[in-house]
């Protein structure tokens, strides 16, 4: 199974991502967006194929949304999309595409359902939240 992930290693999300997909005994195709950014077409695609409007894949922590202006509900989807491909860091992650589908992996078990296989437990997420037991099942 071919897994692309749109990672960002300074973020833990994205780290616990990487993770479980690694654990999952899948090497996926790691995509540094900061690193590459971000080209229209392909954020239109991705975000059709994870059902996100450019409002829901905006990232607003630590990001530069606020200073740009792009809270206000009235911002434009166009404009949006205008800013995520000048600022990359814009865009939410980690996002993870699998033939299961592609998905906003925020929290991060949300990547659970895009794989063929659980990892093995016991496996926790770098705060040590529990993901999967000792048993192989997903706790939470």
Not at 52 to 77: F, H, W
Request: charged content about 20%; aromatic content about 2%; hydrophobic content about 40%.
């Amino acid at each position: 199974m071919t897994i692309v992930i749109h990672h960002n290693s300074a973020c833990g999300t994205s780290r616990n991502v990487l993770a479980i997909i690694k654990a999952s005994g899948e090497t996926p195709v790691v995509i540094d967006y900061l690193e590459t950014g971000w080209t229209r077409p392909q954020l239109l695609a991705l975000f059709a194929a994870a059902d996100l409007t450019p409002r829901n894949a905006l990232r607003v922590k630590r990001s530069p949304a606020e200073e740009l202006g792009l809270l206000d509900p009235a911002v434009s989807d166009e404009t949006l999309i205008a800013a995520m491909i000048e600022h990359p860091v814009l865009v939410n992650r980690p996002i993870v595409c699998t033939p299961k589908g592609v998905r906003l992996c925020r929290p991060s078990e949300l990547v659970l359902d895009l794989l063929d296989r659980l990892p093995p437990g016991p496996m926790t997420k770098e705060d040590g939240t529990p993901l999967i037991d000792a048993k192989g099942n997903r706790v939470g």
